[in-house]
Nanobody, 121 residues
Framework: QLVESGGGLVQTGGSLRLACVVS????????IGWFRQAPGKEREGVAC????????FYDDSVKGRFTISSDNAKNTIYLQMNGLKPEDTALYYC????????????????WGQGTQVTVSS
């Protein structure tokens, strides 16, 4: 089970830190990711990470602003979001999977319920 928290309403340029607590399995040797879905749009990958080697991957739209990390001791995934823009407004989901293309939704078999992020202009 994955449970996200940390979403909210923030002004342009503000910051939020999303957290995703994982239960039922450990994050060792997993691919983890943060995805988002805005109204009327498809779910898209934002940031992904290998807990095996720590490699991180970002969509171009968030590079330099968002940081994905994990605390395996706490079995928790984080997404630090800085310099937020109105176009970042979406429902954000965390996900975990055992392999495949990092930004492909079907690579992940465990999903959270989502946390809303709204950025006002």
């Amino acid at each position: 089970q994955l449970v996200e928290s940390g979403g909210g309403l923030v002004q342009t340029g503000g910051s939020l830190r999303l957290a995703c607590v994982v239960s039922g399995f450990t994050l060792d040797d997993y691919a983890i990711g943060w995805f988002r879905q805005a109204p009327g749009k498809e779910r898209e990958g934002v940031a992904c990470m290998s807990t095996t080697d720590g490699n991180t991957f970002y969509d171009d739209s968030v590079k330099g602003r968002f940081t994905i990390s994990s605390d395996n001791a706490k079995n928790t995934i984080y997404l630090q979001m800085n310099g937020l823009k109105p176009e970042d407004t979406a429902l954000y989901y965390c996900a975990a999977g055992l392999g495949g293309s990092y930004f492909l939704l079907t690579s992940y078999d465990s999903w959270g319920q989502g946390t809303q992020v709204t950025v006002s202009s």
